[in-house]
């Protein structure tokens, strides 16, 4: 496939998923060891070295830090055979590192590619993050409404009472004031520790994970990844940045926000044909995490695609 061609070949659905389950297997090696550096640096190395296996012209834009500060997989690094197809790089080889420390739910290995420019370049600041499934009328949610307004919004939607809508929020101090307006308005909330890329695909799958809205603040590259898997779901997002002070607005500048207010929508964030992996280091509402057998090793990976729409999910067995 030519390096113009906004199609991505079929194929790296299943490319992208041997990578993630790579890096799933070196992090469940550490998982529950309470050291989540350990287990991020066993993601990291074996999603590297997989990476240059596949036949792409790839430059990380959602990678592990800035160039010189991440010693691997940094922003603006090359990875792939160089031969192929020029795509856009976002990953995160262990999403969730302290859930994976201390072996809770959801933690994942992800891995997103789409043709080069598609995926919104974003400095390592939070994002406001909102996000529901599919099978909603457009705008039904907006980071321009309160909480009450988009639950009770949601719920009537949906056709249930707005207690029987449940958010997933992030845990944080931050999010105080948020908890208090959701519980006020009589929604539940599944509280999470870590891993809001998860918590956003769970988001698109209600029937499945209990949860039927995504809210609150977490990592912007985060929330590009989150939108990309949304992409191949369905489901509406709008993310905004928190460029809190000069020096944060001058990091988005340099990579061409010059918008710091600026609401995204899914696709501002992720266009183009998108393929997304992911596999469980630890159980989770979706996905199994990674098991050790005397003579295999078991994963489970979502593969998804958004130019079909397609989403599959793997179970695998690695001899040793
Ligand atoms: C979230 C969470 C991530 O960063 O994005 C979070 O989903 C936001 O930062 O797993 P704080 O921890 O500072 O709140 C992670 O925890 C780590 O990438
Ligand atoms: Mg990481
Ligand atoms: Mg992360």
Redesign the pocket.
């Known amino acids: 496939m030519g390096k113009e061609a906004r199609a991505l070949d079929r194929t790296f659905t299943l490319e992208l998923a041997r990578v993630t389950e790579h890096a799933a297997i070196a992090a469940a090696r550490l998982r529950g060891r309470g050291d989540e550096k350990a287990a991020d640096q066993a993601a990291v190395d074996a999603m590297r070295r997989e990476l240059d296996t596949l036949s792409i012209d790839g430059t990380i834009v959602i990678g592990e830090g800035e160039k010189g500060e991440a010693p691997a997989l940094f922003i603006g690094e090359s990875v792939g055979s160089a031969e192929g197809p020029a795509v856009d790089v976002a990953l995160?080889p262990l999403?969730?590192?302290?859930v994976c420390a201390k072996n809770l739910p959801n933690s994942i290995a992800v891995l997103a590619m789409a043709p080069k420019g598609s995926l919104l370049k974003v400095p390592d600041v939070?994002m406001e993050k909102l996000a529901i499934g599919p099978g909603y009328p457009a705008g039904i949610v907006s980071l321009t409404r309160s909480a009450e307004e988009n639950l009770t919004a949601l719920a009537k939607a949906k056709g249930v009472d707005v207690t029987e809508i449940t958010a997933c929020i992030?845990d944080?101090p931050r999010h105080g004031r948020l908890i208090e307006e959701v519980r006020a308005v009589g929604a539940a909330i599944r509280l999470i520790g870590?891993?809001?890329?998860a918590?956003v695909i769970h988001a698109a799958n209600p029937a499945e994970t209990g949860i039927d809205i995504y809210m609150g603040i977490?990592?912007a590259p985060?929330g590009v990844l989150a939108a990309a898997a949304l992409r191949c779901t369905g489901g509406q997002m709008e993310g905004r940045l928190q460029l809190t002070t000069p020096e944060k607005r001058a990091r988005a500048d340099a990579l061409g926000i010059t918008e710091p207010n600026r609401i995204y929508s899914v696709e501002e964030m992720a266009s183009g044909d998108v393929v997304f992996a992911a596999t469980g280091v630890t159980d989770g509402n979706l996905l199994d995490g990674v098991r050790f057998q005397r003579d295999r090793i078991t994963t489970h990976t979502l593969m998804m695609r958004s130019a079909t729409r397609t989403i599959r999910e793997m179970h695998a067995q690695h001899y040793i």
């Open positions: 995160d999403e969730g590192k302290t939070y992030l944080r870590d891993g809001d890329v918590g977490g990592g985060e």
